[in-house]
């Protein structure tokens, strides 16, 4: 059974960096799959960060590309998010997933973690 | 404001029909596969539909997906009162080259 769990800080310092981490279970990344990152603000829909595939390469949202890096280790079966400068705007539920494809549905999701500027 | 547009809200008794809309643009929906998700409160959204019409498993056969042209829905036949969430579309976007959401749509089991 393929899960994903999420973990970092729940409480960033404005201006600061947001680091997440998201560990897989059950399926080794290095197998395929491309790896998400996807937000929801407080009563907010869900936003898209950005996409990881096991080689490294990435797709970001363009909203958010130039404060955003998404990386795999494959040793750790793992992928992580950091944000950089972050502001109030940023405070939201991070949900890490799974999609077959680029372009696919994601099909499994981590139970996600609320991540709110100190301020 | 989403690319892909949803009506925010949507009702229904138990046992009705209920269609939720999601319409985008060429870029999107018109080029793309399109994705529905439902979300209970306070937990991680679950795949419903994915490639406009196919179900995973375990999903009931009460829910369908469709598309035409830059436009698709979601149906939920047979109503049940655990199907009151929120159910959002998703799309890839050529133009953005990236996955867009739609805002979502809160559906009411009256």
């Known amino acids: 059974q393929v899960q994903l769990q999420e973990s970092g800080p729940g409480l960033v310092k404005p201006s600061e960096t947001l680091s997440l981490t998201c560990v897989v279970s059950?399926?080794?990344?290095?197998?395929?799959?491309?790896w998400g990152w996807i937000r929801q603000p407080p009563g907010k829909g869900l936003e898209w960060i950005g996409s990881?595939?096991?080689?490294?390469?990435?797709d970001y949202n363009p909203s958010l590309k130039s404060r955003v890096t998404i990386s795999v280790d494959t040793s750790k079966n793992q992928f992580s998010l950091r944000l950089s400068s972050v502001t109030a705007a940023d405070t939201a539920v991070y949900f890490c997933?799974?999609?077959?494809?680029?372009?696919?549905?994601?099909?499994?999701w981590g139970q996600g973690t609320m991540v709110t500027d100190s301020s | 404001q989403s690319v892909l547009t949803q009506p925010p809200s949507a009702s229904g008794t138990p046992g009705q029909r209920v269609t939720i809309s999601c319409s985008g643009g060429?870029?999107?929906?018109?080029?793309?596969?399109v994705h529905w998700y439902q979300q209970l409160p306070r937990t991680a959204p679950k795949l419903l539909i994915y490639?406009?019409?196919l179900r995973p498993s375990g999903v009931p056969d009460r829910f369908s997906g469709s598309k035409s042209g830059t436009s698709a829905s979601l149906a939920i036949s047979g109503l049940r009162s655990e199907d009151e969430a929120t159910y959002y579309c998703?799309?890839?976007?050529?133009?953005?080259?990236?996955?867009?959401f739609g805002g979502g749509t809160k559906l009411t089991v009256l």
């Open positions: 997933a799974r999609a077959f494809n680029w372009d696919d549905a994601f099909d499994i």
């Open positions: 059950g399926y080794p990344i290095t197998a395929g799959y491309y």
């Open positions: 990881v595939y096991h080689t490294g390469s990435t």
């Open positions: 060429s870029s999107n929906i018109g080029s793309n596969s």
């Open positions: 490639r406009n019409t």
């Open positions: 998703a799309a890839w976007d050529d133009s953005l080259r990236g996955v867009i």
